[in-house]
């Protein structure tokens, strides 16, 4: 191992090291954060009790659930949109892509508009993740099996722009204000209110597909020289393009499925970290992971602080604080190429 691969392996580890150290804040802010004023040690006496206090219902009821699946939709979000980017080899690619999330979103729409989200908890959850595979099954049926890059990209646009025309006509024909606004609030993206059921639904679904994506980083690696190199190297494209496709839509799809449409998050961590990586869509993968669980738990915590009447919507935070981001990447893009 010569110096420079030497430097670059201890900087990789002590980024790491970073994130995870913030990746750890972040959870117990968000613990420690919400309307009852409870100090952070008598937060983490609480999260350990075994009494019936006040505070530890609070803590292991509404905080612990409501942070656990900030962390696991945060690295979800950003693990798949840096896999999403290494693999289009497009950084504006972003998780909802192949038309999971916009498919997710129907799905639970769909159970709001007739009334069967108010029989059980788990059955918008379940709608939206049936949506998201019924939605990406008819993107990989448009695509073809031997489809590139770009024909994937064009059929995930065509099957996003119909669940987002079926989600528009679902609000339209509403039956009644209350589900109008039911399905208002859902799409606009929010962890608040959110339980154990919640995470015992989407956890399985959010893990499988990030342990599978995380698979893939010698094959992005390779991808980055170029689909014909790859080949050379041995990566089977199909298979990189089926285990893409399964893992982001196992994880997206479970994200929006039980938390809503939470944008930018995917598109904004991957371009924040890949310059500490030294453009390794291997390194960026975990890193975007805990980047994504760092920002979604922050961002969560500051929808929180922010005092408006009401919550804000932490999907409107997202955008907020990514469409500048996202502003200022295309500004840069656009200079590069002049």
Not at 37 to 54: F, N, Q
Not at 292 to 313: M, N, P, Q
Not at 314 to 325: D, E, K, N, Q, R
Request: hydrophobic fraction near 55%; proline fraction near 4%.
């Amino acid at each position: 191992m010569n110096v420079h691969t030497h430097k670059t392996t201890l900087s990789y580890r002590a980024l790491m090291l970073v994130l995870t150290a913030l990746t750890l804040i972040a959870f117990i802010c968000s613990l420690s954060v919400g309307p009852a004023g409870i100090k952070t040690v008598d937060m983490l006496y609480a999260l350990l009790s075994v009494e019936p206090s006040t505070a530890a219902v609070i803590v292991q009821e509404i905080r612990l659930p409501r942070a656990l699946l900030g962390l696991l939709i945060g690295a979800a979000l950003g693990l798949c949109g840096a896999a999403m980017q290494g693999y289009v080899r497009n950084p504006l690619a972003e998780p909802g892509l192949i038309g999971v999330s916009a498919s997710a979103a129907l799905g639970a729409v769909i159970t709001i508009y007739f009334g069967l989200s108010a029989m059980y908890v788990w059955i918008l959850p379940f709608g939206g993740m049936l949506g998201a595979s019924i939605g990406v099954a008819v993107m990989m049926a448009i695509a073809g099996r031997e489809s590139s890059a770009l024909t994937l990209i064009l059929a995930g646009v065509a099957v996003s722009t119909m669940a987002g025309a079926l989600t528009s006509l679902a609000l339209n024909l509403a039956p009644n204000p209350f589900s109008s606004l039911e399905i208002v609030f859902w799409l606009l993206g929010s962890l608040a209110n959110r339980s154990f059921e919640h995470i015992w639904l989407a956890a399985p679904f959010i893990l499988a597909g990030m342990a599978l994506v995380l698979t893939l980083g010698r094959a992005l690696d390779s991808l980055s020289l170029g689909e014909d190199t790859a080949a050379t190297l041995g990566i089977d494209l199909r298979s990189v393009r089926l285990k893409i496709i399964l893992g982001v839509t196992a994880s997206v799809g479970a994200a929006t499925a039980v938390a809503g449409a939470i944008g930018f998050v995917g598109l904004v961590v991957p371009h924040l970290i890949r310059p500490f990586v030294g453009h390794r869509p291997s390194r960026l993968l975990p890193a975007s992971a805990l980047g994504g669980a760092i920002l979604l738990l922050f961002s969560d915590v500051a929808v929180r602080l922010i005092s408006l009447g009401v919550e804000l919507k932490l999907g409107v935070f997202t955008a907020l604080i990514g469409t500048p981001i996202f502003l200022w990447l295309i500004l840069r893009m656009r200079h590069q190429y002049v």
